[in-house]
Antibody, heavy 128, light 107 residues
């Protein structure tokens, strides 16, 4: 059974760096094709994909936020960490982490962005 | 980057009605489209992948179709528990952007 749980501060001040941790179980981030993504959702608004890290340490970022984001993994601890620099009130949102499962291509599992398991999310408010 | 649009942005329908949502990609994504359901205060749930494949355990009243740039999500008979916002998401290439969502409620 795959589970994911986000943890981190609920309140950050403008200009600070947000650090969120996704702790997961039921899968290994050393398995070929597997990834963990971060997605956020401002109150009342749509989902926004932020970043993805794959089993081979390939890292991808949202183009609009790339300069502010860093995603890392600790395979031994089953954790993925997202750092977002220079936080602003518009970054107030619920932040989710999600498992990305690989897809089969001619019998070989390749990385994809199918988010089949999600954490419950953590609300981060940016305010002075 | 591939952008996603959805229509309508919201709809109201009666229990038992057939509900259809459309999603359009800014370029060809072949079949690489997911549909998610998000109930208020909850995390999104994957319903359909590869445009038309039902995720395990998802009721058969949900279905998806389409390929290329135009896709459709259908609820064949709307149930009260289907009240939610539905999002499409492409994964043909990164970044895997989501559509803006369609909010479905009961008339």
């Amino acid at each position: 059974q795959i589970t994911l749980e986000e943890s981190g501060p609920t309140l950050v001040k403008p200009t600070q760096t947000l650090t969120l941790t996704c702790t997961f179980s039921g899968f290994s981030l050393s398995t070929s094709g597997v990834g963990v993504a971060w997605i956020r959702q401002p109150p009342g608004k749509a989902l926004e994909w932020l970043a993805l890290i794959y089993w081979d340490d390939d890292k991808r970022y949202s183009p609009s936020l790339k300069s502010r984001l860093t995603i890392t993994k600790d395979t031994s601890r089953n954790q993925v960490v997202l750092r977002m620099a220079n936080m602003d009130p518009v970054d107030t949102a619920t932040y989710y982490c999600a498992h990305s499962r690989p897809r089969p291509v001619f019998g070989v599992l390749v990385p994809s962005a199918v988010f089949d398991y999600w954490g419950q999310g953590t609300l981060v408010t940016v305010s002075s | 980057d591939i952008q996603m649009t959805q229509s309508p942005s919201s709809l109201s329908a009666s229990v038992g009605d057939r509900v259809t949502i459309t999603c359009q990609a800014s370029q060809d994504i072949t079949k690489y489209l997911n549909w998610y359901q998000q109930k208020p205060g909850k995390a999104p749930k994957l319903l359909i992948y590869d445009a038309s494949n039902l995720e395990t355990g998802v009721p058969s009243r949900f279905s998806g179709s389409g390929s290329g740039t135009d896709f459709t999500f259908t609820i064949s008979s709307l149930q009260p528990e289907d009240i939610a916002t539905y999002y499409c998401q492409q994964y043909d290439s990164l970044p895997p952007f989501f559509g803006p969502g369609t909010k479905v409620d009961i008339k």
